[in-house]
């Protein structure tokens, strides 16, 4: 342990430390041309903490080709360059414009082979039901053939500890008829759903999926289990409820899991008080319970990887991380890998 003894504020984002990052030796990639699909990446510009194109570029090590096989990656919405003036509903389409400049950027050939933000994840208020639909169409003409859905978060606790997501107001909200009918405008317009709720609401999750069955739904952060707050120290209870949660949930033929995400929530690693970051391997043992579970539930054909950088960039580099996934799945056949790192993601987000 460092000298920092103070509790790690879990659930909360703060830039990256590349100074301890530096203090674990890289690891060598782990079958190097595996080909990856990130489907779950952000790009920001925030007070100390910028994290836009060179630097996803530095992590992932495209451009000298050292790194892993990422053939391409989805961004996700986080609140990034949203338009300063208009209706309050349509600013968000800024941050799909701002992430196809750099898909587009990407695409030139000058950056490495990866294709950044081939898959453009936005926000649109679903509460809006029916009149969702003028702000999906915005969004589809900002994206330029790159926009593939909408991430409206439903993550809430009455723990203040916990850090709720940036669009929960309340419980419930899965739940509600403007939701609803927003959601299915959603699905008219062939757009998926990126779904994120912790693991005591996935119960809310069950039930959306069953009363919306043509929606695309794609669930973030391999179920969204909780060990921090009134949860630390509870995570034999805290894996029987996620798990019983998801084994409902996979039997929802609409649903696919996204695995990773959970550096941040998960909380298995101290990040803030350990001398150094975990190793693949160490890594892998945390999250192998979370991460198997998923994949034996809802198969390979409905489980991706992602990485969710730069949030578990607090925790672990970008190398580092994808060998974890690779130690965790290091049984599986060929075709199983195949689908977990790219296959599931070109279906589930469409990809060319």
């Given at each position: 342990?460092?000298?920092?003894?103070?509790?790690?504020?879990?659930?909360?984002?703060?830039?990256?430390?590349?100074?301890?990052?530096?203090?674990?030796?890289?690891?060598?990639?782990?079958?190097?041309?595996l080909p990856i699909i990130d489907t779950h990446h952000h790009l920001w510009d925030r007070?100390?903490?910028?994290?836009?194109?060179?630097?996803?570029?530095?992590?992932?090590?495209?451009?000298?080709?050292?790194?892993?096989?990422?053939?391409?990656?989805?961004?996700?919405?986080?609140?990034?360059?949203?338009?300063?003036?208009?209706?309050?509903?349509?600013?968000?389409?800024?941050?799909?414009?701002?992430?196809?400049?750099?898909?587009?950027?990407?695409?030139?050939?000058?950056?490495?082979?990866?294709?950044?933000?081939?898959?453009?994840?936005?926000?649109?208020?679903?509460?809006?039901?029916?009149?969702?639909?003028?702000?999906?169409?915005?969004?589809?003409?900002?994206?330029?053939?790159?926009?593939?859905?909408?991430?409206?978060?439903?993550?809430?606790?009455?723990?203040?500890?916990?850090?709720?997501?940036?669009?929960?107001?309340?419980?419930?909200?899965?739940?509600?008829?403007?939701?609803?009918?927003?959601?299915?405008?959603?699905?008219?317009?062939?757009?998926?759903?990126?779904?994120?709720?912790?693991?005591?609401?996935?119960?809310?999750?069950?039930?959306?999926?069953?009363?919306?069955?043509?929606?695309?739904?794609?669930?973030?952060?391999?179920?969204?289990?909780?060990?921090?707050?009134?949860?630390?120290?509870?995570?034999?209870?805290?894996f029987a409820v996620l798990k019983a949660g998801l084994t409902e949930l996979a039997t929802?033929?609409?649903?696919?899991?996204?695995?990773?995400?959970?550096?941040?929530?998960?909380?298995?690693?101290?990040?803030?008080?350990?001398?150094?970051?975990?190793?693949?391997?160490?890594?892998?043992?945390?999250?192998?319970?979370?991460?198997?579970?998923?994949?034996?539930?809802?198969?390979?054909?409905?489980?991706?990887?992602?990485?969710?950088?730069?949030?578990?960039?607090?925790?672990?580099?970008?190398?580092?991380?994808?060998?974890?996934?690779?130690?965790?799945?290091?049984?599986?056949?060929?075709?199983?890998?195949?689908?977990?790192?790219?296959?599931?993601?070109?279906?589930?987000?469409?990809?060319?």
């Amino acid at each position: 342990m460092n000298s920092n003894q103070n509790p790690t504020p879990f659930g909360r984002i703060f830039p990256p430390r590349e100074d301890w990052l530096a203090k674990r030796e890289a690891e060598a990639v782990i079958d190097p041309d595996l080909p990856i699909i990130d489907t779950h990446h952000h790009l920001w510009d925030r007070p100390e903490n910028r994290y836009l194109l060179p630097e996803f570029l530095a992590d992932t090590e495209t451009i000298s080709n050292a790194g892993h096989n990422v053939v391409a990656t989805v961004y996700m919405e986080c609140g990034s360059m949203y338009r300063a003036e208009g209706p309050d509903e349509m600013r968000s389409v800024g941050e799909v414009e701002f992430a196809a400049g750099i898909a587009a950027t990407s695409e030139s050939g000058g950056y490495g082979l990866a294709r950044v933000a081939a898959g453009i994840v936005g926000f649109a208020d679903l509460r809006l039901g029916d009149g969702v639909g003028e702000v999906l169409a915005a969004l589809a003409a900002a994206g330029g053939g790159r926009f593939r859905g909408v991430r409206h978060a439903a993550g809430w606790d009455d723990d203040p500890a916990i850090g709720n997501g940036h669009h929960a107001a309340g419980p419930g909200l899965y739940g509600e008829a403007d939701f609803r009918a927003g959601l299915a405008c959603l699905t008219a317009h062939g757009l998926s759903l990126d779904a994120w709720l912790y693991h005591p609401q996935l119960d809310d999750l069950v039930a959306l999926a069953r009363a919306c069955p043509d929606a695309n739904i794609i669930m973030n952060h391999t179920g969204g289990m909780l060990g921090y707050g009134v949860y630390k120290g509870r995570d034999d209870e805290g894996f029987a409820v996620l798990k019983a949660g998801l084994t409902e949930l996979a039997t929802c033929p609409n649903v696919t899991m996204k695995v990773g995400g959970m550096m941040m929530r998960r909380a298995s690693f101290d990040y803030f008080n350990q001398p150094a970051p975990p190793t693949s391997q160490e890594l892998a043992e945390l999250w192998r319970p979370n991460i198997e579970t998923c994949i034996e539930l809802f198969g390979p054909d409905r489980c991706m990887f992602e990485s969710n950088f730069p949030v578990d960039k607090m925790g672990i580099g970008y190398r580092a991380l994808w060998n974890a996934f690779k130690h965790i799945t290091a049984g599986a056949s060929a075709s199983e890998r195949a689908d977990l790192f790219a296959g599931t993601a070109r279906r589930a987000y469409r990809l060319d």
